[in-house]
């Protein structure tokens, strides 16, 4: 490339990477956020029940995402029957983080352009900006045009997928809010600490996703892939579910376990291995040994 050339792709880069902030998303992320510190402080106010209550609902809209969003739908890494797709679309409407086809079609994304500006959480813009920024401003053009080139054509065919794109408001209003707010209620809770424990709980399901995108691709090891982002990050593989192996997994997407070892910090695996075992699991795709070794002897630190 020639000088006028690279000076003027940096102005366009510069330019492009302009934020314009969404203030409704800054506004709603900013009231959520401090609601939820309110209610940490006043935890102790609640019924155990509704404190175990808000816990159970954490998992469920965490398998939501790890077993349904990411490891069925956006990976393909194993197949699921049809009662167990649909438990897995009402579970990730729970976690209210985009409707199964868009959640899909964002991560697919970032696994083909990792680290660039048609990521949509592109790390190397910093923490902020990969943890919760990108959700507060408008996307970077890269990522539309180069989405646009993304195969859904699996999702399309998915009719659970797309019966969830379709009735996504009113799933969240009953799964992430009504019901979660109307059962503690059924024991003798109020109804302002059913609420508050509803949004602590979606707030801290979103901080540990966002986490795997900002904190796992920052700080750990990289035994796969020295090269990458992308790391190794027990904190998060524990508060993720399963989903802190960051480095394997950008090495191998297809793995089921998103990691090498099995059930180790990875309540996810657990859930599709007991779904496998009941049958509404199958074609579970795993990497083999001596791929991994050869791999890890070639790019791993
Ligand atoms: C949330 C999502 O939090 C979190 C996802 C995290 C992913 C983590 C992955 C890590 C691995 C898995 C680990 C899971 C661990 C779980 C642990 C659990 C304990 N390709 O978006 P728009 C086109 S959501 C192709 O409006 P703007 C397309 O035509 C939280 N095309 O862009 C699109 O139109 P349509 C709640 C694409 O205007 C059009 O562009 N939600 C692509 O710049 C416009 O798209 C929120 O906080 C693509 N990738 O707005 C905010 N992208 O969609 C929700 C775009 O009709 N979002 N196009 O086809 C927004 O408000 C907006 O999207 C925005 C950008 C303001 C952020
Ligand atoms: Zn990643
Ligand atoms: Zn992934």
């Known amino acids: 490339m020639n000088k006028m050339a690279e000076v003027s792709s940096d102005v366009k880069k510069g330019s492009d990477r302009k934020m ?28 155990t029940l509704t404190i175990a209550w808000g816990l159970l609902c954490f998992v469920i809209s965490a398998l939501g995402i790890t077993a349904g969003a990411h490891r069925l739908w956006a990976h393909k890494s194993y197949k699921a ?14 976690a209210f983080q985009n ?49 646009k080139g993304i195969d859904l054509s699996d999702l399309h065919d998915d009719s659970v997928v797309m019966f969830q794109n379709r009735y996504y408001l009113l799933s969240v209003l009953l799964l992430c809010f009504v019901v979660p707010i109307a059962v503690p209620m059924y024991w003798g809770e109020t109804f302002l600490m059913s609420y508050l424990m509803c949004l602590l709980r979606y707030c801290l399901v979103l901080n540990c996703t966002w986490m795997v995108n900002s904190v796992a691709h920052m700080w750990g090891y990289r035994p796969y892939d020295k090269n990458i982002n992308p790391a190794e990050n027990m904190v998060v593989a524990f508060l993720a579910t399963g989903e802190g192996y960051h480095n394997y997994h950008h090495v191998f997407p297809y793995d089921y376990s998103t990691s090498e070892y099995g059930i180790k910090l990875n309540l996810t695996t657990t859930f599709i291995d007991t779904m496998a075992l009941i049958g509404l699991a199958t074609h579970r795709r795993k990497v083999s040994p001596e791929i991994i070794q050869a791999r890890k002897k070639r790019t791993g630190q």
């Open 81 to 94: 029957k049809l009662p167990l797709r649909i438990l897995l679309a009402l579970f990730n409407s729970m």
């Open 20 to 47: 314009k902030i969404v203030w409704r998303n800054v506004i709603l992320m900013f009231a959520l956020h401090g609601v939820s510190l309110f209610t940490l402080t006043i935890l102790h106010q609640m019924l």
């Open 99 to 147: 409707s199964i086809l868009n959640w899909a079609r964002e991560h697919r994304t970032h696994h083909k352009f990792s680290e660039t500006d048609a990521d949509p959480h592109n790390s190397n813009r910093g923490f902020f900006f990969s943890h919760i920024g990108w959700l507060l401003v408008r996307k970077h053009p890269d990522v539309a045009r180069k989405g």
